[in-house]
């Protein structure tokens, strides 16, 4: 599996012109774990989200080169993105409660999803979604599996979402802040969870998040994105060294427990960082 964005744009109408949101964005992904940071409204979400062509209607999107695998995104047909979709990617986000049917037990969802994918009779369907209920670390799957939603904790209900990603067996993971609703012990198992997932079974990965520390820890390489642009991308063992002054910003604004500040920094912004 081979992501390749080469100059990606989005943009969206609005009364005085299209506005872009994301001006020029390249990258590519193998079978390694990628990390896109930046503030809200950079245009993080829509990136990853283009792959996967789960666009808002109302987006124009272009590129020189938008692949997934060698499939053209930008022009395959609707059936072949629902392949890719449904099964070779799994988008998890932060609020499982959107994802999540609520009238569907967890396991009659991830049994679902499995089925849709491999075929089956239900009863193997129901066998695999507790295996993978119990794959996700869930204590008592075969109880959980009997869960509606709402009787779910935050952190469970996580997990059955990436039970339910996983169940087609994708090769690309994009996580989008898949943790930022959940506690920090929580946030923690997850991301131990994801990245235990993601090296046992050979998978692409992209985190979106806005913890820098929490990334440069976790993935390989980070792009940092500002206005719609990626303005750095580096190993992310090497984000402490970032050249950007706004990379250097958002790691300066990091509270150090260890370090007795008066007070944190604010962070600067420059017009030319956003110019083309
Ligand atoms: N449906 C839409 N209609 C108009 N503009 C949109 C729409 N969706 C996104 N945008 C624009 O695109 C920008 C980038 O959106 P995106 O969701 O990618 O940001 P993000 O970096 O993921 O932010 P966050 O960290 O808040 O999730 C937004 O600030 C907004 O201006
Ligand atoms: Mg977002």
């Keep these: 599996m081979e992501v390749v964005v080469q100059n990606l744009r989005i943009a969206f109408p609005s009364p005085s012109g299209p506005l872009e949101a994301v001006r020029g964005v390249s990258f590519t992904l193998g079978q390694e774990k990628l990390a896109i940071v930046g503030e809200s409204g950079s245009g993080k979400s829509l990136t990853a989200r283009a792959i996967m062509r789960l666009l808002p209607r109302a987006a124009m999107l272009s590129a020189d080169a938008l692949r997934f695998d060698g499939i053209d995104v930008l022009n395959a047909d609707e059936n072949a993105m629902r392949r890719i979709r449904g099964g070779r990617a799994g988008l998890v986000m932060q609020d499982p409660k959107y994802s999540l049917n609520p009238v569907m037990t967890a396991g009659a969802q991830i049994a679902e999803a499995w089925r849709a994918h491999r075929g089956g009779t239900r009863r193997q369907a129901r066998e695999a979604a507790v295996d993978l209920l119990a794959q996700v670390q869930i204590r008592d799957p075969g ?4 869960r509606y939603p709402h009787q779910l904790s935050g952190g469970m209900g996580q997990r059955v979402m990436i039970a339910m990603m996983l169940a ?15 506690d920090a012990t929580v946030q923690a198992e997850i991301l131990r969870l994801i990245e235990d997932l993601v090296q046992r079974r050979g998978m692409g990965l992209i985190l979106i998040s806005h913890d820098l520390p929490l990334v440069s820890h976790f993935c390989d390489r980070v792009l940092v994105m500002y206005a719609g642009r990626v303005v750095e ?4 063992g090497e984000l402490a060294r970032a050249q950007h002054p706004y990379t250097r910003g958002l790691l300066e604004c990091l509270p150090i427990l260890s370090e007795k500040r008066r007070r ?6 420059d017009p030319s960082w956003a110019a083309a």
């Design 168 to 182: 087609p067996d994708p090769e690309l993971l994009i996580a989008d802040e898949p943790t930022s609703a959940l």
């Design 233 to 236: 991308e580096c190993r992310a």
């Design 143 to 146: 109880a959980v599996a009997d």
């Design 264 to 269: 944190l920094a604010v962070l600067r912004r």
